[in-house]
């Protein structure tokens, strides 16, 4: 920050009078007014000077004058140079703009002196010739009287504007000034020009005026109501761009209504707004809200989340837990009117201060680091396979290696299931016999946070359901494609079939009245699931759909996921995951209804949850299958576009840790893997999800073989979830396929388009249960009654048959009910 003028103020208190210079001097006249000082310096979005050129440093009582003043915010002391010769030891000299400096060190300040080479040093002084001087880059220091007093006839002739144009430069042939506009924590809003007219109708207003090169004076925000409260201008370090620091009113600075033109804001800005508007208009059940009010609850949070930092050790997990602690210390913030800005003012004053304390923590915090914990032995670094960093798959010849070699290639990450069956039977026992306040709970535990209802009933409202109009396009495309595809498979027709002369027997379909489709949110929040399960259920007639899902850390649900629910008519939506989810939709609590059958995917917790409840006759509740962690496995010949074949590979890598990929390279040399692995590097690192997708490919494999038989013979004993074929002639190699989920075909048929909008399913069986299941169908959701209409003629044809097959059995009460009847008709 540069500012051409140092605004020269006599009493403290005229800090706050100084108009948009981004620095002023103060004189310290009495050692009083160093509170005064100081309690500025905590408000003031500038930097300030003190002059101390009257005073010395000769004992401990100014010497602490000195300290108070550098400690708290002050950036720099005007000092003669003898007390700048006694404090030297103490006070670093960037901090010391002294008077009379002329044979100073390079990186000092100096006062008062024009002759001096500018070099590092940054040279202020009352000059006769102020703008001269400013524009060789010296800062004039000037009194403030001076400078807000208007000239006869001025116009933008004002001291300040004058100032101000005479240290900028501009190399435009329109002689306009380029203009940052930040807000005040320095984030950029937007870039626009500056005139000296547009200067002075700046600081005339108070306002964010600027020279739009087409249209003459632009007053932001005079039609969109978007304006700006000008707080501060300043200089970038050549001079050569101005800086509008402003307080931005409305929508946001960008004509898009974002805050900023280069996008919405994100990270601590975005939490910041939210926080803000959840306390100013927080909806009733907004966890937010709650904190806001509950101070206990805000307070124990944030005590917890300050433990789970200390307990993280990975990357992901540290990244995790600070974020959290993070929301919490700003709602806390937010609670009591503390902005960031005010925050990184606080940071900005710590970083002044000249002096520090010792660092040591506080006894009771010592005790517990040293008693409650032993030092946790570094983790392992994450599996890396080639340790030089490279994300790579493993590579096995099939043509040479072993079977045994290549069976380990294709077994799944271990899933320790008596392990997970141990953690998932109390936590199911517990929402069985405690209902909504065990899930409550668990939520509370596993997902961090507390709820006051673990369910929502439709109809949900429309502010849960805001959503970009390019998602709805999305989802409706989607919706429409899944639902024609899964009405195709749907029976509605009864089957009739005379299996001899007066048997008929049929088969007719009936949606099973209430389902649960469990929707993951633990590492993704997968909106595209809640329409894989609950379409086919609107398709098959189901009564009752309801839908449970992990919320987010802020309470709420996903508003994809309730726009889904609100399209398919769910009765409910459970905000719960994992086991303790699929309990409560098993055995039904007081406010989740009991379901017939519980569908969708999800984590070890969930699937074995579903296992465990479905193995439960006091549950009376079926399942739809395994499925677990994704998985793909690709075909791939020397045809295949190695880009598209890595970024299938990625696609599902990035699921989770426990996904796998495999890779089957049919006839392919090792330059031509090699290209694949390349691929699969350079796309990895672009992903926000490196780090999953680091963990996952160093349990994946590329298999070599020799053929097309060997590879659909691999595929059919491996049974992924997902087959892709990047091959020639792909279509014609499908009849190989024995077992898979869902085949894609092709170059052109990435796994994506199936996870999301071309129509078919993408709940499907994991961990090579594609050997007996198929993925989530129309008739997931039904059952099948069979009726059969018998004759007298049938029962002649057929009823000897079944006396004799009666009797073998030695059940004759069996017998007898045709023989009865048999008789009577004169059969027999
Ligand atoms: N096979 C398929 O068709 C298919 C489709 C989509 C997603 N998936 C898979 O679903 C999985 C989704 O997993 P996820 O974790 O992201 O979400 P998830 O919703 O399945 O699980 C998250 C829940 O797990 C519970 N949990 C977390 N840690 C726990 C612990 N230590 N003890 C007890 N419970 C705990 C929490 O309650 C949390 O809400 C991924 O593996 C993904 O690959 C599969
Ligand atoms: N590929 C997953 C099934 O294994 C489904 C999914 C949802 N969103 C993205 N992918
Ligand atoms: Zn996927």
Redesign the pocket.
């Known amino acids: 920050m540069v500012s051409p003028i140092l605004v020269s103020v006599a009493q403290p208190r005229d800090v706050l009078s100084v108009p948009f210079v981004s620095e002023v001097l103060v004189s310290l006249k009495a050692a009083a007014a160093v509170q005064e000082i100081v309690a500025l310096a905590k408000e003031y979005l500038g930097q300030i000077y003190v002059d101390w050129t009257l005073g010395s440093a000769e004992n401990d009582n100014e010497i602490d004058i000195v300290l108070a003043l550098l400690n708290n915010g002050v950036s720099g002391l005007f000092v003669t140079s003898a007390v700048a010769e006694q404090i030297r030891n103490r006070v670093p000299n960037a901090r010391l703009v002294i008077k009379d400096g002329k044979d100073a060190a390079e990186n000092i300040c100096v006062f008062g002196e024009t002759e001096v080479k500018i070099g590092k040093r940054r040279v202020f002084g009352y000059f006769e010739q102020p703008l001269q001087q400013i524009a060789r880059g010296y800062t004039a220091v000037i009194e403030l009287d001076q400078l807000t007093k208007e000239y006869e006839n001025a116009g933008t002739k004002t001291p300040f504007v004058e100032c101000y144009v005479a240290a900028m430069n501009t190399d435009r042939p329109d002689g306009l000034y380029t203009t940052l506009v930040t807000d005040s924590r320095n984030q950029a809003l937007g870039l626009v020009y500056s005139s000296k007219k547009s200067i002075a109708e700046a600081i005339r207003t108070g306002s964010g005026v600027y020279q739009s090169r087409k249209h003459g004076l632009w007053y932001k925000g005079q039609t969109s109501g978007a304006t700006q409260k000008l707080l501060q201008l300043e200089l970038d370090c050549d001079s050569d761009c101005l800086k509008f620091v402003v307080e931005q009113a409305g929508a946001g600075f960008c004509h898009l209504d974002t805050a900023s033109c280069f996008g919405s804001s994100k990270g601590l800005a975005a939490l910041e707004a939210t926080l803000w508007d959840r306390k100013a208009n927080a909806p009733e059940g907004s966890y937010t809200k709650r904190l806001f009010e509950d101070e206990k609850l805000l307070n124990a949070k944030i005590r917890e989340e300050a433990d789970e930092l200390v307990e993280a050790t990975s990357k992901d997990e540290i990244a995790w837990e600070a974020a959290d602690l993070v929301y919490f210390a700003l709602a806390r913030c937010v609670k009591y009117g503390v902005s960031l800005a005010d925050i990184e003012r606080n940071l900005d004053i710590k970083a002044l201060k000249v002096t520090r304390r010792k660092g040591d923590a506080k006894a009771k915090y010592v005790e517990q680091e040293t008693t409650e914990k032993k030092p946790e032995e570094p983790k392992e670094p994450k599996e890396s396979v080639n340790g030089d960093g490279r994300i790579v798959m493993n590579r096995v010849d099939a043509t040479t290696a072993s079977k045994e070699d290549i069976e380990k290639c294709l077994q799944r990450p271990i899933q320790k299931s008596a392990d997970i069956m141990n ?1 998932v039977t109390p ?1 199911v026992e517990k929402v069985r016999i405690e209902g909504d306040a065990a899930l409550v709970e668990l939520t509370a535990k ?2 961090k946070v507390q709820l006051n209802s673990p369910v929502l009933n439709a109809p949900f409202p429309a502010e849960m359901m805001h959503i970009s109009e390019d998602v709805r396009k999305a989802i409706d495309i989607s919706f429409a494609n899944i639902k024609t595809f899964h009405e195709a498979q749907n029976q509605a027709e009864t089957l009739r079939v005379e299996t001899c002369p007066g048997v008929v027997c049929s088969r007719f379909a009936r949606p099973i009245e209430r389902v649960g489709c469990y929707i ?5 929040v ?1 909106p595209s ?1 809640s329409l894989m399960l609950s379409v086919p259920a609107l398709v098959a007639g189901c009564k009752d759909i309801v839908f449970a899902s ?1 919320p987010g850390k802020d309470g709420r649900l996903t508003p994809e996921v309730v726009y889904v629910a609100h399209k398919v008519g769910a009765k409910c939506i459970v905000l719960a ?4 989810a699929v309990a409560a939709m098993a055995y039904g609590t007081e406010s989740v209804p009991k379901c017939d059958k519980i569908m969708g ?3 070890q ?2 699937t074995a949850a579903k296992m465990l409840v479905s193995n439960d006759s006091n549950a009376m509740c079926a399942i739809d299958m395994p ?4 998985e793909v496995l690709v075909v791939a010949d020397k045809y295949a576009d190695p880009d598209f074949v890595a970024s299938d590979l990625l696609s599902q890598a990035e ?2 840790v ?2 796998q990929v495999i890779l089957i390279a049919v006839d392919m040399t090792s330059a031509e893997i090699d290209k694949i692995d390349e691929a699969v590097h350079r796309q990895a690192l672009q992903l926000p999800r490196v780090e999953i997708v680091r963990q996952c490919i160093a349990h994946s494999t590329t298999i070599i073989v020799n053929s097309y038989d060997e590879a659909f013979d691999m595929s059919n004993r491996y049974a992924p ?1 997902h087959l892709i074929l990047q091959i020639q002639d792909a279509e014609k190699w499908v009849d190989k396929v024995d077992n898979a989920g869902s085949v894609f075909v092709g170059a052109y048929s990435p796994e994506s388009c199936g996870d999301y909008s071309s129509g078919t399913n ?3 069986p ?1 961990y090579g249960y594609a050997r007996m299941y198929s993925g989530v169908n129309t008739t997931t959701f039904q059952k099948f009654i069979t009726s059969q209409v018998v004759t007298k003629e049938g029962l002649k044809s057929i009823g000897k048959a079944v006396m004799d097959l009666a009797a073998v059995e030695g059940l004759d009460a069996h017998r007898n009910a045709v023989k009865i009847r048999m008789e009577k008709l004169g059969y027999i």
């Open positions: 953690l936590i596993f997902d993951p949110g633990g590492t993704a997968l699931t992990p995951g994992g086991a303790q995917p999800g984590n917790f969930v499925a677990g962690p994704s699921h989770g426990d996904s979830e993408h709940t499907l994991t």
